[in-house]
């Protein structure tokens, strides 16, 4: 054999061994039998025309050939990495929505298709950041949006974020409620109200705290924790029975038997961030990270209108109150 022609696998082996320095050690973790391990350093011993081992009953020591080849061999694997990264093909890249309708994040998913076609993008549908960043955690989703600043520290730890979107906030409200007749509806007036905000709910922490931080000292009242309505027709059911207001943002899906209305006086924004698991590289990741950005400067997303209420102690700029 040429020593131009040697299989990159007899070199892993041969890097395998010489790390370790005992054969037995270095095929486990190469996953392969010990002979096989020992074939292969032979195999390459005579395709380089030189021994690479002293192998004794006590101990393996590189020879001079061995030490010498091995900084090259580690090189030559390098590039055979590179080479391999440079025209796999990605894996598809899991993107949690939060919710299978129009909303801020489907617009920039849509954009980030548009950058990168040869990506695939897949939405995925779960409900809560603080369930959807455990799952990214663990490795089962790649990227998703919500109230980073409201995750727990130590979740938070294992995620990088990215601001998106200041979102405005809106009342939902069954259909003949008092305050569905206004075409807004001022904080002041969900004073003696219950609002549903997910209490109770582990997928939703974040949003639950956000919105007990709106409503404190307001005379607004959290609703108790109920089961989660999953679907239309379960959502209206629930509606119908409890007659609670539901805390949503303006973008919210409309739903059959309720009216939504934008919050005002001040007008409470929601803080959107784009999160993913802290050193992920993927081309999808940098599309989807360029399409959050050219969004938010062409529409303003990241500019809150004077006199808003945000939460405080927000990671990537200040708070009110």
């Known amino acids: 054999m040429n020593p131009r022609d040697v299989d990159p696998r007899l070199l892993r082996g041969f890097v395998a061994a010489a790390?370790?320095?005992?054969?037995?050690?270095?095929?486990?973790?190469?996953?392969?039998?010990?002979?096989?391990?020992?074939?292969?350093?032979?195999?390459?011993?005579?395709?380089?025309?030189?021994?690479?081992?002293?192998?004794?009953?006590?101990?393996?020591?590189?020879?001079?050939?061995?030490q010498r080849l091995l900084p090259l061999a580690r090189r030559v694997l390098a590039a055979h990495e590179e080479l391999a990264a440079a025209f796999a093909a990605?894996?598809?890249?899991?993107?949690?929505?939060?919710?299978?309708?129009?909303?801020?994040?489907?617009?920039?998913?849509?954009?980030?298709?548009?950058?990168a076609p040869d990506c695939e993008l897949m939405a995925r549908f779960?409900?809560?950041?603080?369930?959807a960043a455990a799952e990214i955690t663990a490795g089962r989703l790649d990227v998703a949006f919500g109230y980073a600043d409201g995750l727990d520290p130590a979740l938070r730890a294992g995620l990088e974020a990215m601001p998106v979107r200041y979102e405005p906030l809106a009342v939902l409200l069954p259909e003949g409620h008092a305050l569905a007749a206004r075409e807004t509806v001022p904080l002041d007036?969900?004073?003696?109200?219950?609002?549903?905000?997910?209490?109770?709910?582990?997928?939703?922490?974040?949003?639950?705290?956000?919105?007990?931080?709106?409503?404190?000292g307001r005379g607004i009242e959290p609703a108790p924790p109920?089961?989660?309505?999953?679907?239309?027709?379960?959502?209206?059911r629930v509606m119908a029975k409890t007659r609670n207001p539901v805390l949503v943002t303006v973008?919210?899906?409309?739903?059959?038997?309720?009216?939504?209305?934008?919050?005002?006086?001040?007008?409470?924004l929601s803080p959107l961030s784009m999160v993913w698991r802290r050193g992920l590289a993927h081309p999808g990741l940098d599309a989807l990270r360029a399409a959050a950005a050219g969004l938010a400067a062409d529409r303003g997303w990241l500019d809150p209108p004077p006199g808003s209420w945000r939460p405080k102690g927000l990671t990537h700029g200040p708070g009110g109150g």
């Open 189 to 216: 007036a969900l004073a003696g109200e219950t609002v549903y905000v997910g209490a109770g709910n582990p997928r939703t922490a974040e949003w639950t705290g956000l919105a007990r931080e709106l409503f404190a």
């Open 251 to 268: 973008g919210f899906l409309d739903m059959p038997a309720s009216v939504k209305r934008p919050l005002t006086d001040p007008v409470p």
């Open 19 to 66: 790390e370790e320095l005992h054969f037995t050690r270095a095929a486990a973790r190469l996953y392969v039998a010990q002979q096989a391990l020992s074939r292969d350093v032979r195999r390459l011993e005579q395709a380089l025309g030189a021994p690479l081992f002293l192998r004794t009953t006590r101990q393996v020591e590189l020879t001079a050939d061995g």
């Open 90 to 115: 990605p894996r598809p890249l899991l993107v949690d929505l939060n919710t299978d309708g129009p909303c801020t994040q489907r617009t920039v998913l849509v954009r980030a298709r548009e950058l």
């Open 226 to 236: 109920a089961p989660v309505a999953v679907g239309k027709e379960e959502f209206v």
């Open 126 to 131: 779960e409900s809560g950041l603080t369930y």
